[in-house]
């Protein structure tokens, strides 16, 4: 709309620029500004959340737009894979701390909206020789949105209002991923040495590679859904479960999503035949020899004592046990009257550990507290044969969790509110 009014269509390039750093330094200042200004220590962390899920995100929607031609960049300075990185880092500052201190109750589809109608739609054509919009240019506006910005939003303002947790966890490990497993990667590679079209295209070492990387997926995304599911809280300590959780994946290893993480930048440098992109795992193990072991140290032995250091000494930091540390057995009902049910109770009785096997009147499933039925159940049971077993019902509750009809996350919030 404005370019019409312009000369040639676009803005002077000293405005060019100078709104180029306005987007990173306005949205670097007004963070500070609120963060230092909020009084609520949950908002503040609600901010920090919605800033470290924008960060990866919005890197890998902006790969997106740019591969699809949606716009393209010009100039060269402080690029990283054709995107701006101070871009990048505004952007991701202002649609997390900056919009949701400023407008914490306000629809983050709303707010991102007004911002595309008032925003977007008069400038972003106009913004040559900065960005060169295609002709579908608002279609990548709208996935930059849907992907990043908006949930990112709305991850601030559920963690805020401590509601939604499952869609917060969910949120959080998307968040992540991206974060840790594309631009963290891209960083190293654009200050080191390497790109992405370093990946071989053989099949014999891509799909090796997919067949490695999928149960090391697996491990990390069930170590999160359990902080959920069983602890009622996240994986990250500033918003940490209210239970110690020992069911599941945890009953093998103590630390699956650092062990993920790092397992998985080992997989990528060897693929990218990139010593870096391995030397990564490196921060894996400094981030548990420092913030996580703080945490334990400082939060978990001094909530859960006695639990927590029975715990410590029997499971594994890094690498798994191959059958399951209990404390006490957990219960596994069946019907007898359900052709089927005695054959599967028979046969996970000459396997399980940990798991009292009975006639009941249903499939169920009881750890303390925690009760499944149904498919449910009968993936917790598998988490007591070994390692491998653990791994499918993690995969089976992962798309099963969501039909549960009680969890300790619905008590945790029940108890919350009376």
Same mark, same amino acid.
């Given at each position: *709309?404005?370019?019409?009014?312009?000369?040639?269509?676009?803005?002077?390039? %000293?405005?060019?620029?100078?709104?180029?750093?306005?987007?990173?330094?306005?949205?670097?200042?007004?963070?500070?500004?609120?963060?230092?200004?909020?009084?609520?220590?949950?908002?503040?962390?609600?901010?920090?959340?919605?800033?470290?899920?924008?960060?990866?995100?919005?890197?890998?929607?902006?790969?997106?737009?740019?591969?699809?031609?949606?716009?393209?960049?010009?100039?060269?300075?402080?690029?990283?894979?054709?995107? %701006?990185?101070?871009?990048?880092?505004?952007?991701?500052?202002?649609?997390?701390?900056?919009?949701?201190? =400023?407008?914490?109750?306000?629809?983050?589809?709303?707010?991102?909206?007004?911002?595309?109608?008032?925003?977007?739609?008069?400038?972003?054509?106009?913004?040559?020789?900065?960005?060169?919009?295609?002709?579908?240019?608002?279609?990548?506006?709208?996935? @930059?949105?849907?992907?990043?910005?908006?949930?990112?939003?709305?991850?601030?303002?559920?963690?805020?209002?401590?509601?939604?947790?499952? =869609?917060?966890?969910?949120?959080?490990?998307?968040?992540?991923?991206?974060?840790?497993?594309?631009?963290? %990667?891209?960083?190293?590679?654009?200050?080191?040495?390497?790109?992405?079209?370093?990946?071989?295209?053989?099949?014999?070492?891509?799909?090796?590679?997919?067949?490695?990387?999928?149960?090391?997926?697996?491990?990390?995304?069930?170590?999160?859904?359990?902080?959920?599911?069983?602890?009622?809280?996240?994986?990250?300590?500033?918003?940490?479960?209210?239970?110690?959780?020992?069911?599941?994946?945890? &009953?093998?290893?103590?630390?699956? *999503?650092?062990?993920?993480?790092?397992?998985?930048?080992?997989? *990528?440098?060897?693929?990218? &035949?990139?010593?870096?992109?391995?030397?990564?795992?490196?921060? &894996?193990?400094?981030?548990?020899?420092?913030?996580?072991?703080?945490?334990?140290?400082?939060?978990?032995?001094?909530?859960?004592?006695?639990?927590?250091?029975?715990?410590?000494?029997? @499971?594994?930091?890094?690498?798994?046990?191959?059958?399951?540390?209990?404390?006490?057995?957990?219960?596994?009902?069946?019907?007898?009257?359900?052709?089927?049910?005695?054959?599967?109770?028979?046969?996970?009785?000459?396997?399980?550990?940990?798991?009292?096997?009975?006639?009941?009147?249903?499939?169920?499933?009881?750890?303390?507290?925690?009760?499944?039925?149904?498919?449910?159940?009968?993936?917790?049971?598998?988490?007591?044969?070994?390692?491998?077993?653990?791994?499918?019902?993690?995969?089976?509750?992962? @798309?099963?969790?969501?039909?549960?009809?009680?969890?300790?996350?619905?008590?945790?919030?029940?108890?919350?509110? @009376?």
């Amino acid at each position: *709309m404005i370019a019409s009014y312009l000369p040639n269509g676009a803005w002077p390039e %000293p405005a060019l620029w100078a709104l180029r750093w306005a987007l990173f330094l306005g949205p670097l200042a007004g963070a500070g500004w609120l963060m230092k200004r909020e009084g609520d220590d949950r908002r503040r962390i609600a901010a920090l959340f919605a800033l470290l899920y924008g960060m990866g995100t919005i890197f890998v929607a902006h790969q997106v737009a740019l591969a699809a031609g949606w716009w393209h960049y010009g100039g060269g300075a402080l690029m990283l894979a054709g995107m %701006p990185f101070d871009i990048l880092l505004g952007g991701a500052l202002l649609f997390g701390p900056v919009l949701f201190l =400023a407008a914490p109750q306000t629809n983050p589809v709303l707010l991102a909206g007004s911002i595309v109608v008032c925003l977007h739609a008069p400038l972003f054509s106009s913004l040559r020789p900065f960005v060169h919009a295609g002709s579908d240019w608002l279609t990548g506006v709208l996935v @930059v949105f849907l992907i990043a910005h908006i949930p990112a939003l709305f991850l601030a303002r559920w963690t805020a209002e401590n509601r939604r947790l499952g =869609a917060r966890v969910t949120l959080l490990a998307f968040g992540y991923g991206w974060l840790a497993f594309a631009l963290l %990667p891209t960083l190293i590679m654009r200050a080191m040495g390497g790109s992405w079209s370093d990946v071989p295209r053989t099949p014999w070492i891509l799909v090796p590679a997919a067949i490695v990387a999928a149960p090391l997926l697996l491990l990390g995304a069930t170590g999160a859904h359990l902080f959920a599911l069983r602890g009622g809280g996240t994986p990250i300590p500033l918003d940490p479960t209210v239970r110690l959780v020992r069911g599941g994946i945890y &009953a093998y290893i103590r630390n699956p *999503m650092q062990t993920c993480t790092a397992a998985l930048w080992l997989l *990528m440098g060897a693929v990218l &035949a990139n010593p870096w992109v391995m030397a990564a795992a490196a921060m &894996a193990l400094v981030f548990v020899l420092g913030m996580v072991r703080w945490h334990h140290r400082y939060d978990l032995l001094e909530r859960f004592p006695a639990d927590w250091l029975a715990y410590r000494e029997a @499971v594994p930091e890094w690498w798994p046990r191959w059958h399951p540390w209990t404390v006490e057995p957990a219960r596994f009902e069946f019907s007898p009257t359900v052709s089927w049910q005695p054959l599967l109770a028979a046969w996970l009785e000459r396997r399980v550990r940990g798991l009292d096997v009975r006639p009941g009147t249903t499939l169920r499933y009881v750890d303390g507290s925690y009760a499944a039925q149904g498919p449910n159940a009968v993936a917790w049971a598998l988490s007591h044969i070994n390692f491998a077993a653990v791994l499918l019902g993690s995969a089976l509750l992962l @798309v099963l969790a969501p039909f549960s009809t009680r969890s300790p996350v619905r008590e945790a919030k029940e108890r919350r509110l @009376v």
